[in-house]
């Protein structure tokens, strides 16, 4: 290895332990190509399967053909498909709140409740001094949910709820916060009661800017709702009461409905029967009352649309989760063609270019890595295409190494985590899927992976190789395990050159370095361009999805340049590893081109959970941006 400690490593190459580079320069053939297109004429079952073939000395047709737990491969060949985990099958609906009551009817009825806004002199005394034992005041109960506490006798019971409960409550001050379930006897029956927060009422002396509620209302409660949902037991349905100013929210509905949805995934993908984790097993409906006397229309799309984004956030989820003996460059390839064929209308088409297409186009740097597979390279190319005029194009490329070992700088720890190396290409083909259902107008967007693995193999590249770019760059392998930003390179260049798109971003987990400065639950942006710098951070405050600005110090450009067999290396020196990877990718962009690289290695993966999702909320949110 070129550094010997393992965190030195990590911070001078790619990828919590990085991703190799591929050293293996590819003359342009002129082979003749290979490419499939796919917009709409994908054959083949919505979720298909692929039996495990069991391995005896008898011939084939005495093997058993036992259904297995979940596909995978045969002996000889790879596996062709992944399965895609499905969301819940609850119904999700919006209507005025007919009475207390109607209300009532539900098996598990949540509240919600703002806390009253607080004077100026209260908020500034708070900034300075959290003081813990302070007593909130009691909120006073209106609206629905005073007729609530009437119609099961009065006598303060809800208010009660609050009052007991209010030390961590605080009235409902934090979004999604909830008060305890509590069982109500009304009418003979018992009810599951409880409160969930909605944040602070803004102040009549507010701005508009002010009075705005925080983009988190949405999200919090509907994983609080989801939670709820998950954790009481034989709860068919489920009522939510909502004020007029958060249910006449669009916005706030589609992030709340996004939110419950994703929440209640579990990957029971390669589970037996008996230990599949049962999600809201009993739940059918979700009812969501608002409190004001009509409901819009686009409030009602609001709903289908986080719906719509769910999915798309649950495939990131499964395409991180899926080992590799499942997910390979040509099961990640079925995914696409998939992901095009369930769009809307015909909305997204999907090219695949093979190995042939991609030596044609001179792809040396994404091929040279991709010689270490099992599978042979897959070359993404999702297109959206809206149904009015297009006002910008753009492209959006996700690194797609399904495996990363490190290739013969071979990792010497986390290997086991080294399939989630391909959280990029995750986050940009489940924002595709989102993106084929929601039909943003207004914008034409390129999804783009190139997807392979990083093995070792008698062809697989060693350190010292020199590979060629589409663009004509050369670039020196120093260490195979930093190959992520080489099957970036082309990628870009496709983007710039041959899409055309007039804005870039990409996504990939590309550096340990990352993690060091920002943790695991922040992204790393790296840009030249200021708006583009704006665009994003708006972005990530607007879905959750967290990301920080980080330098792009081109006094450190001289690590990966001037090397003496080669115009670029492929890492630089021991410290700053993630910023002399992003400067690496700059040399495929054209400099006037806004272009933004989102190393996302920390946030893509929770040690609990496993995937996050993390990235395809942000990337919808900027491809719809693009249209306005």
Not at 38 to 58: I, V
Not at 321 to 337: D, F, G, I, Q
Not at 441 to 457: L, P, R, S, T
Request: charged share 25%; net charge negative.
């Amino acid at each position: 290895m070129r550094y010997g400690a393992p965190v030195l490593q990590s911070l001078a190459v790619g990828f919590v332990l990085p991703s190799g580079l591929s050293a293996f320069g590819l003359p342009n053939k002129g082979a003749a190509g290979g490419t499939s297109s796919l917009a709409n004429s994908h054959a083949g079952p919505a979720a298909p399967t692929f039996l495990t073939r069991l391995f005896s000395s008898s011939s084939s047709d005495e093997v058993s053909k036992k259904d297995q737990t979940f596909p995978t491969w045969s002996f000889d060949e790879p596996c062709a498909s992944m399965e895609w985990s499905s969301l819940i099958s609850a119904e999700m609906t919006l209507a005025p709140v007919e009475s207390a009551d109607k209300a009532l009817e539900a098996d598990l009825l949540v509240v919600g409740i703002m806390a009253p806004a607080k004077p100026d002199e209260e908020e500034e005394k708070d900034e300075e001094e959290e003081d813990e034992d302070k007593e909130e005041p009691t909120v006073e109960l209106v609206g629905m949910a005073k007729e609530l506490e009437d119609a099961m006798g009065g006598d303060g019971i809800l208010s009660g709820l609050i009052a007991e409960n209010n030390k961590a409550f605080k009235n409902g001050a934090k979004a999604g916060s909830t008060t305890p379930v509590t069982r109500i006897v009304v009418g003979g029956q018992a009810k599951r009661v409880l409160f969930v927060g909605l944040g602070t009422t803004p102040k009549e002396s507010a701005g508009d800017d002010e009075k705005k509620k925080p983009d988190s209302i949405g999200a919090a409660v509907g994983k609080a709702l989801a939670s709820q949902c998950q954790n009481q037991k034989k709860v068919e349905s489920c009522a939510l009461i909502l004020p007029e100013s958060v249910s006449g929210d669009a916005e706030a509905l589609q992030d709340l409905s996004a939110a419950f949805f994703q929440s209640l995934y579990a990957d029971n993908r390669y589970k037996s029967k008996k230990s599949k984790k049962k999600i809201a097993e009993d739940l059918k409906s979700v009812s969501i009352l608002s409190e004001g006397s009509s409901v819009t229309d686009e409030a009602q799309a609001a709903l289908a649309s986080g719906q719509q984004l769910a999915t798309g956030i649950l495939l990131t989820k499964d395409i991180v989760n899926a080992p590799h003996n499942v997910l390979n460059s040509e099961s990640l390839a079925e995914t696409a063609k998939r992901i095009a064929q369930d769009s809307t209308d015909g909305c997204i088409s999907c090219e695949i270019l093979d190995k042939d297409e991609c030596e044609k186009r001179g792809m040396g740097a994404y091929l040279g890595v991709a010689r270490g597979s099992e599978t042979d390279p897959q070359f993404i190319h999702l297109t959206y295409k809206p149904k009015g005029d297009v006002k910008k194009k753009v492209g959006i490329i996700g690194k797609g190494l399904l495996f990363d070992t490190g290739g013969y700088n071979i990792k010497t720890q986390m290997m086991a985590l080294m399939k989630f190396d391909c959280g990029g290409a995750a986050a940009v083909l489940g924002a595709a899927r989102a993106i084929g259902a929601m039909q943003p107008e207004g914008v034409e967007a390129h999804f783009i992976v190139a997807a392979c693995e990083n093995m070792i193999n008698a062809k697989a590249m060693v350190p010292s190789d020199i590979l060629t770019a589409s663009n004509g760059k050369t670039i020196e392998v120093l260490n195979t395990d930093a190959e992520g930003r080489l099957t970036l390179a082309d990628a870009l260049v496709f983007a710039d050159k041959e899409v055309g798109a007039e804005s870039i971003i990409e996504l990939s987990t590309l550096t340990g370095a990352c993690m060091v400065s920002l943790g695991k639950k922040i992204a790393g942006v790296w840009t030249s361009n200021d708006e583009l710098a704006s665009e994003l951070g708006e972005v990530s405050k607007k879905t959750g999805d967290k990301s920080w600005r980080m330098p792009l110090e081109n006094e450190y450009m001289e690590q990966i340049t001037g090397g003496q067999f080669a115009d670029l290396k492929n890492i630089g020196g021991p410290y700053g590893g993630a910023i002399t990877a992003a400067l690496f990718l700059q040399h495929f962009v054209s400099k006037k081109k806004p272009f933004a690289h989102i190393d996302i290695a920390g946030p893509v993966w929770d040690e609990k959970e496993g995937a996050t999702g993390y990235g395809a909320k942000l990337v919808v949110e900027w491809v719809r941006r693009q249209g306005l």
